[in-house]
């Protein structure tokens, strides 16, 4: 008894019960006071009685049934059900409308529009409740207590802000509140310049949908496995430069990586829980051999960076594809083998599978399995098209096929581009270039890679000497003896132009030098490059692939790729 009398207060059924008794006798007493005037039949008031009666069974069964709420008329929610959010572990959020606060209170429109905005970006964050838009617009203009208006709408956190233009820029404030203890959880402040304002709203949406999917951990950024919870942290992240989504990409030039290490190294400061933060240091200090730091400091970081991942985050996908590249590095393949499998595994039970499709396809490349290597790039390219290392990988793939023009065209996309970010790509349609035998192309493409790459002194050099082959090798030789190309990506440069020129023993031993010597196994896709096709049929290119302990994995697995097949029981053959 005592659970139905509180059922019937929880759906305000003695409320309803009450007004409509008051209502209904005040309706009685009109109609005795005027049924004779009226001259009205006997049974008058008999038949209204019997009205108001059904009318009040009526009243109390919509009463138990439905709510008046901001939002409008809306069915009442069982008690089971009235702690949804509690019971399914759904964070729920109200976004009230942004305040304007500009001198000459005229942007109201604008503010309007970037809360309907974050209205829409946040509905698409799985696993996040979003109070509509009518139950936010109810309390514009009022100046009520956060805690009373979580508790009306009955969400666990409130998104507030305001709007301020002054002269040709406007400042937006969007801060996170907790509406149970008032608690400020986030708070961010963008200027942007007045020249598109839809554009401006649907940025700012992007990012704070971003920055609270990390601040409460729902959605796609929020369930990564080893993600941050602090902002900050995650700024520093996004500063480093190196996250494709989240995945890692390898910065183009040692001051770079420097620099991408130092905003790593900031992240994991302000939060030291922050895996994906240490499997970049990991990712970096591994590849920094490689790029001309010291050796010795490098893999210390980088096994300080691989214990803390491990121990974070054993079975994150990103954490294992790390430590695949680590064991490449080794020419450990049968080890690098097994975290692949069980990198991609751990990307499927985290349903993450698209944001390595980059690492899987430089996997398959690495063996020279190429039709593989090309179905992941080109699914990165579908999801991703922007991505320039992606589409660079994907051209040197079409150009060690063969195919040309395939080549050419995926690096012709980033024509209209400038920066460094898209020297790879521009350096793949060169190396198209060379192969086709084209000069107009290659001068065009050669122009563009020298307008983009902040260090173009090797391509200048070769360009003012294409047309003297014995010129050109005696300055490339002349650099390798010079401090500032003594790291991989000037001689890997060299090697390239050596190639072109007619020399493929001084690219071979290039190759050679930066694979084996300085353990850097993860690159040894670029052997299958186009441009290193007479590197391929010298006798010692079979050397290489037996000092990378390659042919000994491809006989172990029967997978030989697609340039090399086995002769006999013991021995293999290459082709161009």
């Known amino acids: 008894m005592k659970d139905l009398i509180a059922e019937l207060k929880r759906r305000h059924v003695f409320r309803v019960g009450i007004a409509y008794a008051i209502v209904a006798w005040v309706l ?29 069974v009526i009243a109390l069964i919509l009463a138990w049934a439905f709510d008046l709420t901001p939002e409008g008329i809306r069915r009442t929610a069982s008690a089971a059900n009235d702690n949804t959010t509690a019971a399914d572990g759904l964070a729920s959020i109200a976004v009230l409308p942004f305040a304007d606060m500009s001198p000459d209170h005229d942007q109201e429109y604008f503010a309007d529009g970037i809360t309907e905005e974050l209205l829409n970006t946040l509905a698409r964050i799985r696993d996040l409740r979003v109070s509509g838009r009518t139950s936010s617009f109810y309390f514009k203009g009022r100046n009520e207590d956060l805690r009373s208006i979580g508790a009306a709408l009955g969400v666990d956190y409130i998104l507030e802000g305001s709007v301020r233009k002054a002269g040709e820029r406007v400042r937006i404030t969007a801060q996170l509140i907790n509406a149970a203890t008032d608690a400020h959880l986030w708070s961010e402040t963008y200027d942007r310049t007045l020249e598109d304002l839809f554009e401006i709203q649907e940025d700012i949406a992007k990012s704070v949908a971003n920055a609270l999917q990390i601040t409460l951990g729902v959605g796609g950024l929020g369930g990564i496995p080893g993600m941050t919870r602090n902002a900050a942290a995650y700024d520093e992240y996004l500063l480093a430069g190196v996250a494709d989504g989240v995945d890692m990409i390898l910065p183009t030039s040692l001051p770079e990586i420097r620099r991408s290490v130092q905003h790593l190294e900031r992240a994991v400061a302000l939060d030291p829980d922050f895996s994906l933060a240490w499997a970049g240091l990991l990712f970096l200090n591994s590849s920094s051999p490689t790029m001309g730091a010291g050796q010795g400091e490098a893999e210390a970081k980088a096994r300080e960076a691989r214990e803390r991942a491990l121990a974070l985050t054993p079975d994150s996908p990103f954490t294992l594809a790390n430590l695949v590249w680590q064991k490449a590095d080794d020419r450990d393949w049968s080890a690098a083998a097994d975290l692949y499998h069980q990198m991609m595994e751990a990307a499927a039970r985290y349903a993450m599978a698209e944001h390595l499709q980059y690492r899987a396809g430089m996997f398959m490349h690495m063996f020279g399995r190429l039709d593989e290597a090309i179905d992941h790039y080109e699914r990165v390219r579908l999801s991703d098209p922007l991505n320039a290392q992606n589409a660079a990988y994907l051209s040197d793939s079409y150009l060690s096929r063969g195919d040309v023009d395939l080549a050419l065209a995926e690096a012709e996309r980033f024509h209209d581009y400038r920066g460094s970010g898209f020297v790879l790509a521009k350096a793949s349609g060169l190396m198209a270039a060379m192969v086709s035998g084209d000069r107009t192309e ?12 902040p260090d173009p002194s090797i391509a200048i050099a070769m360009r003012e000497r294409l047309d003297d082959p014995e010129t050109a090798l005696a300055e490339l030789k002349h650099m390798l003896d010079e401090p500032k190309y003594q790291n991989a990506f000037a001689r890997n440069i060299v090697a390239i132009w050596a190639a072109y020129f007619g020399a493929p023993e001084l690219s071979l031993e290039l190759i050679h030098d930066f694979l084996v010597r300085g353990n850097n196994g993860r690159l040894v896709f670029l052997v299958w490059r186009g441009v290193f096709r007479d590197v391929r049929m010298l006798p010692g290119f079979k050397d290489l692939l037996q000092d990378l302990g390659l042919a000994d994995y491809w006989r172990q697995t029967g997978n030989w790729g697609y340039f090399c097949r086995p002769v006999g029981e013991a021995d293999f053959e290459c082709w161009r």
């Open 28 to 56: 009685l007493q009109i109609v005795v006071s005027v049924k004779e005037p009226l001259r009205l039949p006997e049974w008058a008031d008999t038949l209204v009685i019997v009205i108001l009666a059904v009318g009040f």
């Open 442 to 453: 290659l001068d065009s493409r050669l122009a563009q890679l020298i307008e983009s790459d």
